[in-house]
DNA sequence: ACTTTTTGGTTGCGTTTCGCAACCAATCGT
DNA sequence: ACGATTGGTTGCGAAACGCAACCAAAAAGT
């Protein structure tokens, strides 16, 4: 899923969608967020087609996201693991549950639910706030250029200086 | 995207990747949050290829996540704006953004910030939290069967009366 | 030692999707 | 009437995907 574009665009979704974003890798990671790490185990849970899983797995090594253990046993086993990196997915892989539990499941007949377990009860909705904690709307936020911006950032959210706000609000949905 | 397997796994993930996770169609939507809304404007920014563009649109489009309008203008431009269900698309952006910035670019080479516009202050990192605010790490939450689950989910993920826990505790990362 | 099983692949091949460039139709401005 | 603009569609070669068969290493079984 990236034969030339769209991994350079400066823009960290798009480099994330790079190393994540193909077909099947979120899947692979969601097995290994429910405790899977066996080669055989992603296969059968996911009915991916080996070579593929091989190729994903070997990306996901590569890209620090899994580790790779072999360990004694039958046919040399391999235990795929996740980092920190890997495990700092969890709450992207979450906000897209809950979007996909909202808008597509309903609420109602969602498959499964993650719940605290200190109190049984559901985990929060996922919600963009402020360094302070106050939930944000769309219409609330802006995007600036960051410490790593190139020349097309700044040309596009930059404050332009020189008379005049940017041309899009970036995050402010118009309806009209 | 799409051919036959994974849309229909009992996962909200899995439904969600096969509305939003087909290759592009992330970023168009990144382009419809920047106030991007019109074919041309799309085409540009992306570079993506005219044809996925438009399968890319209708889709979106036929899954309620976009709208189309025609304007009238030379050549009666259309106009793809958001809906709730696209606009809610924002706190996973936002997520898959923050892990990207973290461990891709880099936090001190993020290309943009998301500031919220009172305070001028960058947002907040999106955590996962219980209900009352308390935010949670992995090893605090529990996948449990929802109400919308089959008997392959309960038995995965029920509670297992019969005798012992589950074979395998979802979001209890181990170590050894 | 020899065979069998398990594990985790790799290889070939047909199908689908993607990417690119050329072509096209409707509409409005002039 | 004419030409520019917008938003496509079509055709074709390249890449990715999906499936099934084949394979090699290593440990268990005998």
Redo the contacts with the bound molecule.
Sequence with gaps: ??????EDQPCSVAQALGEIG???TLLILREAFFGM?????F?ARL????????????KLVATGILT?N???????????RLTEKGRDVLPAFIALMQWGDRWIAGEAKAPVRVVDTATGEEIARLRVCARDGRPLVAREMRVVPGPGADVSIHRRFGATASGGEAPEAAFAFRRG
């Design positions: 899923m990236q034969t030339p574009p769209f193909e077909r099947w790490q066996r080669f055989t185990d296969q009915g991916v087609a080996r070579n593929i899983l091989t190729a994903r797995l070997n790779r072999v360990a004694p046993g039958r046919g040399n086993p391999r235990f795929y």
